[in-house]
């Protein structure tokens, strides 16, 4: 089993940064890609940030967060700059993992993020 814990999340204005950690743990797995989805209020989950062979953003974040991972460390980071009041959500770690043979899709238990104008 493979338990992906997130950190880092809480309340900023407008303006400021935070950064996300996610830390995958278990046993017997490799990690095919990480990245980071957000849910807000009434709204569907959608991608922010994945790293896999390559890295892609959701055009609304571009230019402002980062994601990157430690791959020995099988964690997985997003530095989000120059918040804005929209960002405001529930972040989750995603992770595509091999186990064994198998690609199993991993979800953390969700940090939020208050963006305060």
């Known amino acids: 089993q493979v338990r992906l814990v997130e950190s880092g999340g809480g309340l900023v204005q407008a303006g400021g940064s935070l950064r996300l950690s996610c830390a995958a743990s278990?046993?017997?797995?490799?990690?095919?890609?990480m990245g980071w989805y957000r849910q807000a209020p009434g709204k569907q989950r959608e991608l922010v940030a994945a790293s896999g062979s390559g890295t892609n953003y959701a055009d609304s974040v571009k230019g402002r967060f980062t994601i990157s991972r430690d791959n020995a460390k099988n964690m997985v980071y997003l530095q989000m700059n120059s918040l804005l009041p929209e960002d405001t959500a529930v972040y989750y770690c995603?992770?595509?993992?091999?186990?064994?043979?198998?690609?199993?899709?991993?979800w953390g238990q969700g940090t939020q993020v208050t963006v305060s104008s």
């Open positions: 995603n992770a595509v993992i091999w186990m064994g043979l198998t690609l199993t899709t991993h």
């Open positions: 278990g046993s017997r797995f490799s990690i095919n890609a």
